[in-house]
């Protein structure tokens, strides 16, 4: 028989909930909770049919995905488009241990169990793409395509000093209101989380499991990002094996590409999805200007009839 929590505790989970939700929503997309694991974990969905194909965006480091909304969407009408809070960020609630990258790659594929879904394709930005490297790595079978946006957690970023002075000069970089956005999923985070969670992300593989990929795969980077080296560099390491991956570069983009660019990266990752060929998004005009500069040879090429 299944157990039933008593009165107070279900009126203390949803007072919980209530101080924890905004009275404003912070997007069209439905604001939904589920339990995972007996962690509260908040998310939002766009309304589509069953038959829609599923993406996942992935938040970064010490952030929910709240900044990752403008991206989101512009793809909510084309996909299921599911954006959560990882367990430990944002709203969610947070686990009893603290999370490393295998953790948060287990939580996604639980999330997506609970959501009744089995394959789906994963848009994540900075932190989020070494735990979809990592989802993929366990789960290969669940993975439809990659698109990792800024992805972040290797030497460039060590030591911790060092990545701070990065994250000031980004901070620069992305437009003012991303302070509105991100200050207060920082402070939530918070200092002892900060370090821990750094320690695990730049001690992960994720140049290894980045080329180790079997799925067509699409990073996206910005020449003006001080967490990545040169979008040259990324390019010569993209091209160090036989890979599937299709490398894209943002002029006039930092890091947070998903939040300050969500035009330009909505049509890089419609174009990616039907393999049609990557160029500039005349809908989205400004300084900003999209390049391809790298096509593994395993990477499927641009359709003629699209």
């Not at 609970?114 to 366990?138: Q, Y």
């Not at 901070?171 to 920082?186: F, H, L, N, Q, S």
């Not at 999209?290 to 096509?295: F, L, N, S």
């Amino acid at each position: 028989m299944a157990s039933h929590p008593s009165p107070h505790v279900a009126d203390q989970s949803a007072k919980h909930r209530a101080r924890m939700h905004p009275r404003r929503p912070q997007s069209w997309l439905a604001e939904r909770w589920t339990s995972v694991d007996g962690i509260d974990v908040f998310y939002r969905e766009s309304e589509q049919p069953p038959d829609a194909p599923v993406m996942m965006h992935v938040h970064g480091f010490g952030l929910s995905g709240r900044y990752l909304l403008p991206t989101a969407e512009r793809l909510g009408a084309d996909f299921h488009t599911l954006v959560p809070d990882l367990p430990g960020f944002g709203r969610s609630g947070r686990a009893r241990n603290a999370l490393d990258v295998p953790d948060l790659a287990h939580a996604a594929a639980r999330f997506l169990d609970d959501r009744g879904i089995e394959k789906v394709t994963l848009v994540g930005n900075s932190m989020g793409c070494p735990v979809i490297c990592e989802f993929a790595h366990h789960f290969p079978e669940r993975l439809e395509r990659a698109v990792l946006v800024s992805p972040a957690g290797g030497r460039h970023n060590q030591p911790l000093a060092r990545a701070v002075g990065q994250l000031s000069r980004d901070g620069t970089r992305e437009p003012a209101r991303m302070i509105g956005v991100a200050a207060p999923d920082y402070v939530r985070f918070g200092v002892p989380s900060t370090f821990r969670m750094f320690r695990a992300l730049t001690g992960y593989p994720s140049l290894e499991r980045l080329l180790a990929l079997r799925i067509p795969t699409l990073v996206v980077v910005g020449d003006r990002d001080p967490l990545l080296p040169p979008p040259e560099r990324v390019r010569r390491v993209a091209a160090m094996t036989d890979n599937h991956v299709l490398l894209v570069k943002i002029e006039g983009a930092a890091h947070a590409i998903n939040f300050s660019h969500p035009g330009e990266l909505a049509h890089v990752i419609r174009s990616f999805m039907a393999d049609r060929a990557i160029v500039d998004d005349p809908d989205s005009p400004g300084r900003a200007a999209v390049t391809e500069i790298h096509r593994g040879t395993r990477h499927p090429r641009p359709s003629a009839d699209l």
